[in-house]
C-alpha cells in the first residue's frame, strides 16, 4: 500500500519478502527482519483521522479485553476450567506494575490489528522460573531475527538509533495473523482497507477546506485590466479562505470588468455522500465490524440488529481470540488458554436457540434425554429411561442408546428377581399401571399406611365368616325386658 510505505525503493529493505527466508541460510539477515509497513504513520493517518477505523479497532479490542481468560485442565478445549491460578491474575488483574489487565489486553488487540509485524510480548519471570508479568514491546521497534533451525533465534529491539538488543526466543511470545506468503509477517486489515481509509481521510479534508473557503469552491479570479502588486496581494488575502472572513462582501472595481473561473467541483459534482458512503461500507467490511455494532442502528431491524451481533462474534471475534489463546500456549503447556464467552448476550441467544432445537428433536424421540443434556451443557443421568429414544404421544421407550433393550417376554422372570425391566413399545404410563396392581399391600393401624401384605398381625381371620368367628358374649345372661343394669358390672 503506497500511503503508508515508509521505504519507497525496494533496494532499502533489509531483507526479500517471502518464505524462503526461513530454509536459504543465504537469505539470513544479521538483523531483525521486517517489511515497509510503518505502524506509526498508520495510528497518525489512519487510527487518528478516520472514525470508522478507531471504532472498529475499539470495539473488537473493547470486547476481547472485558472477557475473562480461563485455563482448562490437561491442556484440552474441553477440559475441567481451574478455578484458581497465578496466571489468571496476571491476564485478569494486573499485568505488570505499569498496566492493569484491562489495558494491556486491549492495546494487545489494537496493536495486532495495526502492525504488519504482529504483536511482541516480553514474560517477566522469577527466580523459580515462572512468569510474574507481560510486557508489550514496540512493535515499530521489534522484529524477529530469523533461523534455518529454530526459526527465530532471538528478537531484535531498537533501544535508539545506536543501541540494540537482542531477546531471547522463550522470554518473547510472538502473536501475529498468518501471512500467506511470508511467515514472518503478519496481516492487518488495515492494508486491505488502505485506499478506502485515504480516501475518507481525503474526503474530511476537502470538506473542511469547503467550509473554511466560506462554502466557495476553489477558482481563478481573472481581471482583465493591469493591477500593481499591492492590489493583487490585497486580492488575494480577500479571497483565500479563512475563518475570519466566513461571511464577509468583498468589492472589486475594474475598468474592463473580472472574470471568475471555477476549477473546482462542488461537493454535489464529487458525488461527495455516496463516496463516503461506500469507504464506511468498505473499512466496515475490511474489519469485519457490522455497523450496528459500533452504535448505529438505524434502518434496521431487531432482527437485521441481532444477525449482525451473531456475525460479529462467530466470524470476526472467535478467530481473534483463538489467535489470542493459541498465541499464549507457550507461556504455559499444562493447560488450555481460553476465553470466557457464557456471558456475551448474543451468544446466550444462540445458545438457547440452539437448546430449542435439540429439545424438538429430544420431543420428537431422536435423541435421547441424556444426548439432550450433553448437548445443552448438563450433566449425564444414570438412568435407562435417560438413555432411551421415546417415541410420541406417549413417551414410549423404542431404543437404548446405550445398550440392547430388554425382551418384553423376559418381564416375568426380571420380575421376579426383584429387577424393573422397561418393555419395548409399551407406553409407559401403562406400565407404571400394570407394576402397581401387581403389588400386594395392606393397611397398618400400628404403621399409620399401606404395608406390605401379610406383615400385620392379627389378620389371619379377617376374611372368615360371622358364625366361625366366637362371640365374646357367649354365657352370659340376657337381659329380661324391663331390667336395667349398670354396665361393665359383675353379675351377682
Same mark, same amino acid.
Given at each position: 500500500?503506497?500511503?503508508?510505505?515508509?521505504?519507497?525503493?525496494?533496494?532499502?529493505?533489509?531483507?526479500?519478502?517471502?518464505?524462503? /527466508?526461513?530454509?536459504?541460510?543465504?537469505?539470513?539477515?544479521?538483523? $531483525?527482519?521486517?517489511?515497509?509497513?510503518?505502524?506509526? *504513520?498508520?495510528? *497518525?493517518? $489512519?487510527?487518528?483521522?478516520?472514525?470508522?477505523? #478507531?471504532?472498529?479497532?475499539?470495539?473488537?479490542?473493547?470486547?476481547?479485553?472485558?472477557?475473562?481468560?480461563?485455563?482448562?485442565?490437561?491442556?484440552?478445549?474441553?477440559?475441567?476450567?481451574?478455578?484458581?491460578?497465578? =496466571?489468571?491474575?496476571?491476564?485478569?488483574?494486573?499485568?505488570?506494575?505499569?498496566?492493569?489487565?484491562?489495558?494491556?489486553?486491549?492495546?494487545?488487540?489494537?496493536?495486532? =490489528?495495526?502492525?504488519?509485524?504482529?504483536? #511482541?510480548?516480553? /514474560?517477566?519471570? %522469577?527466580?523459580?522460573?515462572?512468569?510474574?508479568?507481560?510486557?508489550?514491546?514496540?512493535?515499530?521497534?521489534?522484529?524477529?531475527?530469523?533461523?534455518?533451525?529454530?526459526?527465530?533465534? $532471538?528478537?531484535?529491539?531498537?533501544?535508539?538509533?545506536?543501541?540494540?538488543?537482542?531477546? *531471547?526466543?522463550?522470554?518473547?511470545?510472538?502473536?501475529?495473523?498468518?501471512?500467506?506468503?511470508?511467515?514472518? =509477517?503478519?496481516?492487518?486489515?488495515?492494508?486491505?482497507?488502505?485506499?478506502?481509509?485515504?480516501?475518507?481521510?481525503?474526503?474530511? /479534508?476537502?470538506?473542511?477546506?469547503?467550509?473554511?473557503?466560506? $462554502?466557495?469552491?476553489?477558482?481563478?479570479?481573472?481581471?482583465? +485590466?493591469?493591477?500593481?502588486?499591492?492590489?493583487?496581494?490585497?486580492?488575494? +488575502?480577500?479571497? !483565500?479562505?479563512?475563518?475570519?472572513?466566513?461571511?464577509?462582501?468583498?468589492?472589486?472595481?475594474?475598468?474592463?470588468?473580472?472574470?471568475?473561473?471555477?476549477?473546482?467541483?462542488?461537493?454535489?459534482?464529487?458525488?461527495?455522500?455516496?463516496?463516503?458512503?461506500?469507504?464506511?461500507?468498505?473499512?466496515?467490511?475490511? #474489519? %469485519? @465490524?457490522?455497523?450496528?455494532?459500533?452504535?448505529?442502528?438505524?434502518?434496521?431491524?431487531?432482527?437485521?440488529?441481532?444477525?449482525?451481533?451473531?456475525?460479529?462474534?462467530?466470524?470476526?471475534?472467535?478467530?481473534?481470540?483463538?489467535?489470542?489463546?493459541?498465541?499464549?500456549?507457550?507461556?504455559?503447556?499444562?493447560?488450555?488458554?481460553?476465553?470466557?464467552?457464557?456471558? @456475551?448476550?448474543?451468544?446466550?441467544?444462540? *445458545?438457547?436457540?440452539?437448546? !430449542?432445537?435439540?429439545?424438538?428433536?429430544?420431543?420428537?424421540?431422536?435423541?435421547?434425554?441424556?444426548?439432550?443434556?450433553?448437548?445443552?451443557?448438563?450433566?449425564? @443421568?444414570?438412568?435407562?429411561?435417560?438413555?432411551? =429414544?421415546?417415541?410420541?404421544?406417549?413417551?414410549?421407550?423404542?431404543?437404548?442408546?446405550?445398550?440392547?433393550?430388554?425382551?418384553?417376554?423376559?418381564?416375568?422372570?426380571?420380575?421376579?428377581?426383584?429387577?424393573?425391566?422397561?418393555?419395548?413399545?409399551?407406553?409407559?404410563?401403562?406400565?407404571?399401571?400394570?407394576?402397581?396392581?401387581?403389588?400386594?399391600?395392606?393397611?397398618?393401624?400400628?404403621?399409620?399406611?399401606?404395608?406390605?401384605?401379610?406383615? @400385620?398381625?392379627?389378620?389371619? !381371620?379377617?376374611?372368615?365368616?360371622?358364625?366361625?368367628?366366637?362371640?365374646?358374649?357367649?354365657?352370659?345372661?340376657?337381659?329380661?325386658?324391663?331390667?336395667?343394669?349398670?354396665?361393665?358390672?359383675?353379675?351377682?
Amino acid at each position: 500500500m503506497a500511503w503508508n510505505k515508509s521505504l519507497q525503493n525496494d533496494a532499502q529493505k533489509s531483507v526479500s519478502v517471502g518464505a524462503p /527466508i526461513s530454509y536459504a541460510p543465504s537469505l539470513q539477515p544479521q538483523t $531483525g527482519y521486517h517489511d515497509g509497513w510503518d505502524i506509526v *504513520k498508520a495510528y *497518525k493517518e $489512519g487510527v487518528s483521522k478516520v472514525t470508522w477505523v #478507531f471504532r472498529c479497532i475499539d470495539v473488537i479490542a473493547s470486547n476481547q479485553a472485558t472477557l475473562p481468560v480461563i485455563l482448562r485442565k490437561e491442556n484440552s478445549p474441553f477440559g475441567e476450567v481451574i478455578g484458581d491460578h497465578e =496466571l489468571l491474575k496476571i491476564f485478569n488483574n494486573t499485568t505488570n506494575v505499569g498496566e492493569n489487565a484491562f489495558a494491556f489486553r486491549y492495546r494487545l488487540s489494537a496493536q495486532l =490489528l495495526m502492525s504488519s509485524r504482529g504483536v #511482541f510480548i516480553e /514474560i517477566i519471570r %522469577g527466580r523459580d522460573g515462572r512468569p510474574t508479568a507481560l510486557h508489550l514491546l514496540p512493535p515499530q521497534s521489534t522484529s524477529p531475527i530469523p533461523d534455518t533451525n529454530k526459526f527465530v533465534k $532471538g528478537y531484535e529491539v531498537k533501544i535508539s538509533a545506536t543501541e540494540k538488543k537482542t531477546l *531471547k526466543p522463550q522470554n518473547v511470545i510472538w502473536i501475529r495473523r498468518p501471512h500467506p506468503l511470508d511467515p514472518y =509477517l503478519s496481516m492487518t486489515p488495515m492494508e486491505a482497507a488502505g485506499v478506502a481509509i485515504e480516501v475518507e481521510s481525503l474526503a474530511k /479534508i476537502y470538506n473542511r477546506n469547503f467550509l473554511i473557503n466560506d $462554502g466557495r469552491p476553489g477558482g481563478l479570479l481573472v481581471l482583465r +485590466s493591469e493591477i500593481d502588486e499591492d492590489d493583487k496581494d490585497e486580492l488575494r +488575502s480577500r479571497f !483565500r479562505g479563512n475563518i475570519g472572513r466566513a461571511g464577509a462582501v468583498g468589492v472589486i472595481s475594474s475598468d474592463d470588468g473580472a472574470d471568475f473561473v471555477d476549477t473546482a467541483a462542488s461537493p454535489r459534482d464529487a458525488a461527495y455522500v455516496q463516496m463516503r458512503t461506500l469507504t464506511k461500507e468498505e473499512i466496515l467490511a475490511a #474489519f %469485519g @465490524v457490522p455497523e450496528s455494532i459500533i452504535g448505529n442502528s438505524s434502518n434496521r431491524t431487531f432482527s437485521n440488529a441481532m444477525e449482525e451481533g451473531k456475525v460479529f462474534w462467530m466470524e470476526t471475534m472467535t478467530p481473534h481470540l483463538a489467535m489470542i489463546a493459541r498465541g499464549f500456549d507457550a507461556i504455559d503447556p499444562l493447560h488450555y488458554i481460553d476465553f470466557d464467552v457464557s456471558t @456475551v448476550p448474543i451468544l446466550i441467544l444462540s *445458545k438457547q436457540e440452539a437448546e !430449542r432445537h435439540y429439545l424438538s428433536e429430544f420431543q420428537m424421540g431422536l435423541i435421547s434425554a441424556n444426548e439432550y443434556r450433553e448437548a445443552a451443557g448438563r450433566k449425564q @443421568v444414570e438412568s435407562d429411561i435417560a438413555d432411551s =429414544l421415546l417415541s410420541n404421544p406417549n413417551q414410549t421407550p423404542i431404543a437404548n442408546t446405550k445398550k440392547p433393550m430388554e425382551d418384553p417376554n423376559a418381564q416375568a422372570e426380571g420380575g421376579a428377581g426383584g429387577e424393573s425391566v422397561v418393555q419395548q413399545g409399551v407406553p409407559l404410563d401403562v406400565q407404571a399401571s400394570e407394576a402397581r396392581q401387581q403389588q400386594v399391600t395392606e393397611f397398618s393401624p400400628e404403621q399409620g399406611g399401606f404395608v406390605e401384605a401379610g406383615t @400385620v398381625q392379627g389378620t389371619e !381371620r379377617i376374611e372368615a365368616s360371622a358364625a366361625e368367628v366366637p362371640s365374646e358374649l357367649e354365657g352370659d345372661e340376657v337381659e329380661q325386658e324391663g331390667e336395667k343394669s349398670l354396665p361393665f358390672q359383675p353379675t351377682p
